[in-house]
């Protein structure tokens, strides 16, 4: 029998391996950028068919779906070996084609097991601890980012060497994961409701129907739309600092492994004393207000290293306790058991879907003026925010079942 934090820990390197290849991506696209010579069609591709986007959209799809059927279990055992895969091909590119390649089946596999990884962490928490153990999973996903992020900054010097001995860390660290997650048992919740042959398994129909649609609608506006923020920073943070705010690479990725390193903090002093104990809604408005501050200098002022350094400083803490949290935190709330990773698939598929889109037209936003992309960002971080306190009010603290 795994223990409730080993199950955690396990699972929850699935966000490390998530956010880590995302922001791998971000640290080796303007050396990629000047290595192969490709302009602003293929850095759209890469960014809309990355883990970051589409290809862990359609993975968490069918993902989702299959944990529900088959069991978290039988999921996350076998993905990862997907996920080392992709990475391989992405360590070996000679040619910009082998990049996208290699993503598609990376992001296949991180949308894979992001379901089924959440989905067993509320249901291996203790009563009570809910908050606590989602939490622990996105402390991984930022520490994923922060570690790449210093290696990116100690490599700075080696260029493409650089790039691929940090994409062939989270190879080996995959390998790792995959070998003891093969030692964990499934959900205990999930095989006893499943095992009742009356019950009705997963179906994406019952999802449209009440109480299911209104969680499914809200919750995908309000991850959705920060996620399309979200996203643009995680990937092109350092791309932007350095084409648009003349940052140099090392300077560049210093400033996102700071933003990681104040979202962690937060995440551990802010979110996981309080995410289990009510009144939520505070919490989330001023993360969400705060965030939307954060972009606005960006719109209103000039992308100097003083505002670089501002705008790290206010997204980065409060990234611990705002959209990207509480989703994973509300979704294992909104559905019960047998139909939990499904809705969860469903939901990732259409945000990080929506955010390919964004990413393929976005370089081509960048090249007319970043200020504009700003202020759009702004739209998507104030209607995240509505939908949010809506929602906030809308439901109090659930039990899993």
Not at 108 to 121: E, N, Q, R, Y
Not at 135 to 163: E, K, S
Not at 205 to 233: C, D, E, I
Not at 362 to 382: N, Q, R, S
Request: proline fraction near 3%; include cysteine.
């Amino acid at each position: 029998m795994s223990s409730p934090w080993r199950t955690t820990l396990l699972a929850g390197s699935a966000s490390y391996l998530d956010a880590g290849s995302i922001v791998a991506g971000a640290v080796a696209l303007p050396l990629w950028t000047e290595h192969f010579g490709f302009g602003t069609t293929l850095v759209g591709l890469i960014g809309a068919f990355s883990s970051n986007a589409i290809s862990a959209g359609v993975g968490a799809l069918a993902g989702g779906w299959l944990c529900d059927k088959l069991g978290r279990r039988r999921v996350y055992q076998w993905d990862l070996l997907l996920y080392a895969f992709g990475l391989l091909c992405i360590i070996f590119a000679t040619e910009p084609w082998m990049l996208v390649f290699g993503y598609v089946f990376t992001g296949l596999a991180v949308g894979i097991d992001v379901p089924a990884s959440w989905t067993l962490i509320a249901e291996a928490a203790p009563k009570g601890q809910h908050g606590r153990h989602g939490a622990t999973a996105q402390i991984m996903w930022l520490t994923g980012p922060l570690v790449v992020l210093l290696m990116g900054l100690a490599l700075a010097d080696a260029g493409l060497r650089g790039v691929r001995l940090i994409f062939a860390h989270l190879l080996v660290l995959s390998l790792a994961v995959w070998f003891f997650r093969r030692t964990l048992v499934e959900s205990p919740l999930w095989e006893r409701q499943a095992s009742h042959a009356h019950i009705t398994l997963a179906s994406f129909k019952q999802l449209l129907k009440r109480p299911f649609l209104a969680p499914l609608v809200m919750l995908t506006a309000m991850y959705g739309l920060w996620n399309l923020h979200a996203g643009t920073s995680g990937f092109y943070l350092p791309y932007i600092l350095r084409t648009i705010g003349s940052q140099t690479q090392a300077a560049s990725v210093a400033l996102n492994a700071f933003l990681f390193v104040l979202g962690g903090l937060s995440v551990y002093f802010v979110f996981m004393p309080r995410a289990d104990r009510g009144r939520r809604t505070p919490l989330f408005a001023t993360a969400a207000t705060m965030q939307i501050a954060a972009v606005v200098l960006l719109a209103l002022l000039e992308l100097t290293t003083g505002i670089a350094i501002l705008y790290v400083l206010i997204s980065g803490l409060c990234g611990g306790f705002g959209q990207q949290q509480f989703f994973q935190l509300w979704s294992a709330e909104a559905f019960p058991t047998l139909l939990r990773a499904t809705a969860l698939g469903l939901m990732f598929a259409v945000v990080r879907i929506a955010l390919g889109g964004w990413s393929l037209i976005l370089p081509h936003f960048l090249e007319a003026g970043f200020h504009g992309v700003a202020w759009t960002l702004i739209a998507f971080l104030t209607a995240s925010a509505l939908v949010g306190l809506a929602y906030a009010r809308r439901v109090a603290s659930s039990t899993i079942t």
